[in-house]
């Protein structure tokens, strides 16, 4: 008998999050006001791309992509997220569920112009084989823009527990959703980031540390002037080399 494949290790702390999510996310600050208008700088025109939101969540980036001319595959691990998408998309854009740590066999090679993963490489321990699966479905020249947590910033939050130069586990309580919930990750270096990207045939075209905008000042003061201070996410564009 096969081996029982491994649950997600997000996927219970999603399962209790997904619709106070999908309710914040267009709102929340971090999201809202940090990570999404630093990854969407990094987009290039995507009226009339086959794109791929590779971890959509309840469809925020989808609903942009969609509105920008684009044609979306979305897809996430997280039922809830997938049912979630599917309510706030309808038939604008083609949702389903699957997993970034098994080979998209849904999609055929060279198929997609651009794929983007916002904050879910994290949850994802094996990178290469991860770009390896975006490599193959991307078109020669096509564009990968995926964002992260900062390594050096979650580093800094692990530094009792962890070495720097490590790929490990590590948990954050998150209370920004009306409950307490502890959501695990992988923390990594930085040189754990570049290498795989680049050894599975990306070249790197830009690596942003953004900086929250004056609306997150508005929004939360006091956690904008730590963010101007101390990198929180991180976000990279890559092209696959022809």
Not at 18 to 23: T, V, W
């Amino acid at each position: 008998m096969p081996a029982r494949k491994k649950q997600p290790i997000a996927q219970h702390a999603y399962d209790k999050l997904a619709d106070a999510y999908a309710a914040l996310v267009d709102t929340k600050p971090h999201n809202a006001y940090y990570e999404r208008p630093a990854t969407l700088s990094l987009l290039p025109d995507v009226n009339g791309k086959h794109v791929l939101d590779a971890g959509c969540g309840p469809g925020s980036y989808t609903e942009w992509l969609v509105e920008h001319g684009a044609q979306v595959v979305a897809i996430d691990v997280n039922r809830k997220m997938v049912r979630l998408a599917r309510k706030r998309l309808g038939s604008k854009a083609q949702v389903r569920q699957a997993d970034l740590e098994s080979p998209l066999d849904f999609a055929s090679d060279a198929s997609f112009d651009l794929i983007v993963a916002p904050l879910v490489m994290d949850y994802l321990k094996d990178w290469s084989a991860v770009f390896t699966e975006f490599h193959r479905v991307l078109k020669p020249g096509g564009i990968l823009v995926f964002s992260m947590e900062h390594p050096f910033g979650k580093y800094y939050d692990h530094q009792a527990t962890s070495n720097y130069y490590d790929t490990d586990m590590v948990q954050y309580t998150w209370h920004g959703f009306g409950m307490p919930v502890n959501v695990p990750s992988y923390r990594r270096p930085l040189s754990a980031v570049l290498n795989p990207l680049i050894k599975t045939g990306f070249s790197l075209d830009c690596l942003l540390e953004p900086l929250p905008t004056q609306q997150f000042k508005t929004a939360e003061p006091t956690e904008y002037e730590k963010l101007v201070r101390s990198p929180g996410f991180m976000c990279i564009r890559a092209v696959k080399r022809a």
